[in-house]
């Protein structure tokens, strides 16, 4: 037998007799594993991430050539040591994304000395508390808040090259973000918490006192702003012992020395997706509020002069008629529709974006969100207006589209 192959089956048999022991052994064991995983920046088995591609990315360790042994020989390694998890629904793991984008090794490697350089494992980690557009720090690659998981993260370099950073800001925006948004806009909204993130956060807003609070261990800095009105920048001037039970998280940007700028603050809500909210939306606008997170790209410019309560009328009388259009140009997308009552009567207007990466961007795909957008606003106008049954005549200005859906078209 060759000398390395009988090197890489010792290593296993270590493996296999050490991992689940409590001695001094399996400890080593389960810190290089985990040490593994976060360096991998993904929750899976290691054998079922390519060596190829992420092998660059990770310390030279004989755990590492165990796992390209491992892919070579056809094994499967699975472990019970800690993982991590998502914090929100539709979060995602950023090397996961980066490695479903198709980037390369070299690729997958500066992006993963990034998201190590800023401490940061899941889409969550690096989102505002809202959940609907990046933190503009990491975009720049000046973030320095941290992960939600806690994770003994290895000591990281003063900086990386600028090179880095440019390809950072490129996969953020192929992998998450609305094409050509200049508010860094999440493509996918990430949705409610499935666990309650202010043990592991750091910035907090008390809309009672105006002030922030950032918290260092046991002790937290007060911000207060220098202005008696709702400015928001802030400068830090004690030190408190706890937080205001009515603080709320907050996401801020770092201005000059002791000084922050308030960008947003929201209340956490942390439910199982299956949990029901109870609403009753007396108005168009607050039954499109009440939309799931991840369903609110579908109606972005809405014009509703009557609040859409002729249209409401024209589908229990069987004169309700719409329209949708969607286009492409310069992987960017579009859709807009029209919802018509009658002659003289006020229409209903909206619009959206379509969702995707710039790459998958096409006519077809418009239309689809021009569809989805119909069905929405016709849905949604229901609700308040009452509406429990009717028809409505639907045009659809691409012939391919309405040969897909036809099969599919159902009277309200």
């Known amino acids: 037998m060759h000398p390395w192959y009988g090197q890489e089956l010792s290593h296993l048999e270590i493996l296999w007799e050490s991992a689940s022991r409590p001695t001094l052994e399996g400890d080593i064991l389960q810190q290089a594993f985990e040490s593994l995983r976060m360096e991998l920046g993904v929750p899976d088995s290691i054998t079922d991430v390519p060596y190829s591609l992420c092998g660059q990315s990770v310390t030279n360790t004989w755990l590492k050539t165990l796992w390209a042994s491992s892919q070579e020989f056809g094994f499967r390694i699975e472990d019970s040591y800690a993982s991590f998890k998502l914090f929100r629904h539709d979060d995602q793991f950023l090397m996961s994304a980066f490695l479903h984008q198709g980037y390369g090794p070299q690729q997958l490697k500066i992006l993963n000395d990034c998201r190590m350089f800023l401490k940061v494992i899941t889409l969550s980690d690096i989102t505002t508390s809202c ?3 990046l933190k503009p720090s990491v975009v720049e690659g000046t973030y320095m808040g941290g992960s939600l998981h806690q994770v003994d993260w290895p000591r990281k370099p003063r900086s990386l090259p600028q090179k880095y950073w ?31 993130p202010t043990n592991s956060w750091s910035w907090f807003y008390d809309p009672d006192s105006n002030k922030i ?3 260092e261990g046991l002790m937290c800095w007060t911000y207060t702003s220098p202005r008696q009105n709702r400015a928001r920048s802030f400068q830090a001037t004690s030190f408190d012992v706890e937080i205001p039970p009515t603080a709320v998280t907050a996401d801020v940007e770092n201005r000059r020395h002791n000084e922050v700028l308030l960008l947003g603050h929201s209340r956490p809500e942390h439910a199982p997706r299956s949990t029901q909210i109870p609403s009753n939306p007396t108005t168009l606008q607050e039954a499109l509020d009440l939309l799931d997170p991840a369903d609110k790209w579908s109606v972005e410019s809405l014009k509703a002069p009557d609040d859409g309560v002729a249209f409401a009328q024209a589908i229990q009388t069987g004169t309700a008629k719409m329209v949708s259009d969607g286009s492409s140009k310069d992987n960017f997308g579009t ?4 919802l018509k009552a009658g002659k003289k009567l006020p229409k209903v207007r909206a619009s959206n974006c379509t969702p995707g990466a710039p790459s ?14 119909m069905v929405t606003l016709v849905q949604e106008i229901c609700k308040p207006h009452k509406v429990e049954g009717g028809s409505i005549t639907a045009k659809l200005d691409n012939s391919c589209e309405k040969d897909v859906h036809m099969e599919r078209a159902q009277t309200i």
């Open 360 to 373: 998958d961007q096409n006519a077809y795909r418009s239309e689809l969100g021009g569809t989805i957008l």
């Open 335 to 338: 859709a807009s529709c029209i």
């Open 213 to 215: 609070f950032h918290k």
């Open 131 to 133: 959940g609907t557009r």
């Open 166 to 196: 440019n390809q950072w800001k490129e996969a953020l925006e192929t992998c998450f973000l609305l094409p050509y948004t200049t508010n860094r806009l999440l493509r996918q909204p990430l949705g409610r918490w499935t666990m309650n």
